[in-house]
Nanobody, 121 residues
Framework: QVQVVEFGGGLVQAGGSLSVSCAAT????????MSWYRQIPGTRRELVASISVSGSTSYADSVKGRFTISRNLGKNTVYLQMNSLKPEDTAIYYC???????????????WGQGTQVTVSS
């Protein structure tokens, strides 16, 4: 059974920094891209950043230059370093991973349970 679990998050003042991490565990053959999404209750979940197996990254315009995504292939872990945080960054942050596991014949999307990030003004 595959699990994707986020760690970190919390409360920070505007202008501060925070990091979140996400680990995938279980019967995993391979992980393709890993991504961070965020969602404000009542709104659509939006893609924040993605990183491929080769290390190529992409970011939402709203976080470019402030957030950095990275991953540790050996640990099946992805990180999101968030700097210069703004109140509008407040949301639940979700990790998503494209995982090929023993229970599937190809890559499937797995999601974590989410972690709250709150930026106070």
């Amino acid at each position: 059974q595959v699990q994707v679990v986020e760690f970190g998050g919390g409360l920070v003042q505007a202008g501060g920094s925070l990091s979140v991490s996400c680990a995938a565990t279980g019967n995993i053959f391979s992980i393709n891209a890993m991504s961070w999404y965020r969602q404000i209750p009542g709104t659509r979940r939006e893609l924040v950043a993605s990183i491929s197996v080769s290390g190529s990254t992409s970011y939402a315009d709203s976080v470019k230059g402030r957030f950095t995504i990275s991953r540790n292939l050996g640990k099946n872990t992805v990180y999101l370093q968030m700097n210069s945080l703004k109140p509008e960054d407040t949301a639940i942050y979700y990790c998503e991973a494209e995982i090929w596991s023993g229970a599937s014949s190809w890559y499937e999307d797995y999601w974590g349970q989410g972690t709250q990030v709150t930026v106070s003004s």
